[in-house]
């Protein structure tokens, strides 16, 4: 089940940023799934990153991507576990290039 869900992560990283991170984390209990993407934010994120205006303006741009396109992700994790998504957040470590996502 982790595999699938990591798979489902990884397609959608790469479907709605262009870029497809280097490994992905799934940590799954009773009713809550965490999945750290290492190595997501694209070279010119990481760029930006590097200044605190920057990494501001990454963590924002990754946080409204998610939450007004993770609809088709949310109802695969669903299909996957069988447990339907009540909430959903992404937050970027812009000194690492991590994107953590809590379902």
Partial sequence: ?????AQAVMAFQQQTTGHAPKS???????????VTLHEALSPA?????????GAARVQEFHRQLFSTSSQPLREEIKRITG???REAVAEVEPTTGAVVCAF
């Fill in 83 to 85: 447990v339907e998504v």
């Fill in 45 to 53: 994120e990481k760029d930006m990153a590097k200044s605190p205006a």
């Fill in 1 to 5: 089940m982790a595999q699938q869900v």
């Fill in 24 to 34: 992905v984390t799934v940590v799954l209990s009773e009713d809550t799934l965490v």
